[in-house]
């Protein structure tokens, strides 16, 4: 009979799904710290998107499509980035995964707080700093495969809907807090002054949350353990193999690429479709206009919420259902957004635009549970975490695609083409998962 021992930094004989080798409590205590590291990552990943919208407010002189790049960048080097995470838990473990990941967090925080104090600073050189902002949410792709290593698939569901959904809040708390952080002077910061009159003290959004990064690596090098399980990367390319890999993929691209693709560009749309840079703006007062950044946080709050909540619901339903409502909701509201804003031609049109768009994020967090309950559940153990990490790296292109896509076409286009692609989304959903006779039901 194998013995559980929890002495050492590495926990031998450790299996979740025997309750004599198992442990409540370092599961649930891993699950805190890897997810209060997770949310300061996310929070790096959104810092170009709470404080672009801004930025032209302190003497910076930035074009429309200047500021979109600013605000996708951190999801193409995210993209990237988790492609190497997702091999991450498997080599090195989760406690110098997420020891170190927090420290890597200091490093966007220090570079914007210093770029923002000079207006000259170069457009290549804020695109550079945006780039490097990616690492935070490049995480997601070894924090989420490590947490499944410490749970029995019974509460995957709840554990990995928890991580994500209160991870994802990172993207709504930096949204929400940058407009107070942006208006109080923190940290005895008086020395720095505004490059304009009345302009927002935007250092004060970078700064705020770096102390609680070096927290967060203490707390993991003190705390966390690592579950024996070692593989090199080749042995973890199988996944490519499987089938239900890249099925997976296309629809977590549809439930967490498209929320956190309008999540980060939500302030900059809102602004250009009916703000202050709208058509709108040459026939309606400025005060009558809506302020983007005032509803920035909005999606993601609501996204992340849903994410953690349904997670017992996925538990109990099983994912597949869940995914296919999710597809079909967001393809009706996101064809909803896009008729909002292609017969918009007042103020007021904005209400109808913006009751759309959070009925989308409600459905795409129903959706970003669901999707993350299916893949621990349809696929081999050993291969559940390398996918998590493949589906997760690839859906995190979304705030990219997305800020690239809204340069260069009408936004109610693209919304009506992200419509189809979760049309087309929920047909293979159905056919390979939902339905009764699904091959793989999960």
Known sequence: MTTLDTSGRILVGWNPEKPETWSASIAWRTLAITTYSLMLGFTVWFLPSAIAPRLNEIGFDLSKGQLYWLTSMPGLSCGLLRLVY?????????????????????????????????????????????FTCGIGAATFSGYMPSTGFFFPKRLTGTALGLQGGLGNMG???????????????????????????????????????LPWSLIAAALSFRYLKDV???????????????????????????????????????????????????????????????????????????????????????????????????ALGMATTLGFCGWSLATANEPGDFKIFLAGLLAMFFFAGVGNAATFKQMPMIMPKRQAGGAIGFT??????????????????????????????CLLCAVICWLRYARPSAARPG
């Open 171 to 209: 993207m709504s708390i930096i949204q929400l807090a940058a407009p107070f952080l942006m208006s109080t002077s923190l940290f005895g910061l008086t020395w720095i002054e505004p490059h304009a009159p009345d302009a927002p003290m935007v250092v004060n959004a970078t700064v705020f949350f």
């Open 86 to 130: 997702m091999f991450l838990p498997a080599t090195i473990g989760t406690r110098r995964m997420i020891g170190w990941s927090s420290l890597l967090f200091v490093l966007p925080m220090l570079g914007w707080f210093f770029a923002v104090q000079n207006h000259e600073t170069s457009f290549g050189v804020l695109l550079a700093l945006a």
């Open 228 to 326: 024996p399980l070692k593989a090199n990367v080749r042995q973890q390319l199988d996944i490519f193999s499987n089938p239900d890999t890249w099925l997976m993929t296309v629809l977590y691209i549809m439930t967490f690429g498209i929320f956190s693709g309008f999540a980060a560009q939500t302030a900059l749309i809102i602004n250009n479709n009916f703000g202050a840079s709208s058509p709108l703006a040459s026939s309606f007062a400025e005060a009558d206009l809506p302020k983007g950044a005032s509803y920035a946080f909005l999606g993601a709050l609501i996204g992340s919420v849903l994410r953690f909540a349904w997670g017992p619901l996925c538990d109990r339903f099983g994912g597949a259902i869940w995914t296919f409502v999710s």
């Open 392 to 421: 997760a790296a690839v859906a995190s292109l979304g705030p990219f695609l997305v800020g690239v896509a809204l340069s260069a076409i009408p936004a109610s286009l693209f919304f009506y083409a992200s419509a189809l692609f």
